[in-house]
T-cell receptor, first 115, second 115 residues
Framework: EAQVTQNPRYLITVTGKKLTVTCSQN?????MSWYRQDPGLGLRQIYY???????DKGDVPEGYKVSRKEKRNFPLILESPSPNQTSLYFC??????????????FGPGTRLLVL | AQKVTQAQTEISVVEKEDVTLDCVYE???????LFWYKQPPSGELVFLIR??????QNEISGRYSWNFQKSTSSFNFTITASQVVDSAVYFC????????????FGTGTRLTIIP
């Protein structure tokens, strides 16, 4: 079954404690992306990746890091989380070099609370 | 800079009524892509449609239809004969494809179908 998986689904942490949210897709997609969803703000793109070792900033990259060492995985790293990073996070992937030309498949979301 | 405006924050209609969700976008790109996504109460994001900027044909899929008008920079979504299962938050999104594959979402419209 084609899917995008995220782990963990729910996470409560404290300010400053490094964390990683994993994202994995089994569709051999080249394009992957991270979004955060906040009430009243819709979804905002954090980072995206066009292929292995190719990443770029979205609209709200501050406080986040990503890596793309393998095609299937695109982890989101919060080196020093702060309360303003409390949010619902979605990972997505799509096929093709021009990722936005194709359908994006979203993961189920990770709800993060930073105390 | 890209921008997507969904001016309708919340809409409620009685079941079987038709409803139109508005989406207005801003971009300087000559080639771009427009999307609609559905987020039901369960929280997942469901892709509905992708439209290329050079294709202004309207599209119909069952009870759903989309009206793309470049002249007014709008990409409106109509649900005909609404059903309770259509209750969700709907997001419109805009993407470019010139080596900068960012995706910009609107803030969403919460649609409630009253039985």
């Amino acid at each position: 079954e084609a899917q995008v998986t995220q782990n963990p689904r729910y996470l409560i942490t404290v300010t400053g404690k490094k964390l990683t949210v994993t994202c994995s897709q089994n569709m051999n997609h080249e394009y992957m992306s991270w979004y955060r969803q906040d009430p009243g703000l819709g979804l905002r793109q954090i980072y995206y990746s066009m292929n292995v070792e190719v990443t770029d900033k979205g609209d709200v990259p501050e406080g986040y890091k990503v890596s793309r060492k393998e095609k299937r995985n695109f982890p989101l790293i919060l080196e020093s989380p702060s309360p303003n990073q409390t949010s619902l996070y979605f990972c997505a992937s799509s096929e093709g070099l021009a990722g936005l030309k194709e359908t994006q498949y979203f993961g189920p979301g990770t709800r993060l609370l930073v105390l | 800079a890209q921008k997507v405006t969904q001016a309708q924050t919340e809409i409620s209609v009685v079941e079987k009524e038709d409803v139109t969700l508005d989406c207005v976008y801003e971009t300087r790109d000559t080639t771009y892509y427009l999307f609609w996504y559905k987020q039901p109460p369960s929280g997942e994001l469901v892709f509905l449609i992708r439209r290329n900027s050079f294709d202004e044909q309207n599209e119909i899929s069952g009870r759903y239809s989309w009206n793309f008008q470049k002249s007014t920079s709008s990409f409106n979504f109509t649900i005909t004969a609404s059903q309770v299962v259509d209750s969700a938050v709907y997001f419109c999104a805009l993407g470019s494809n010139f080596g900068n594959e960012k995706l910009t979402f609107g803030t969403g419209t919460r649609l409630t179908i009253i039985p």
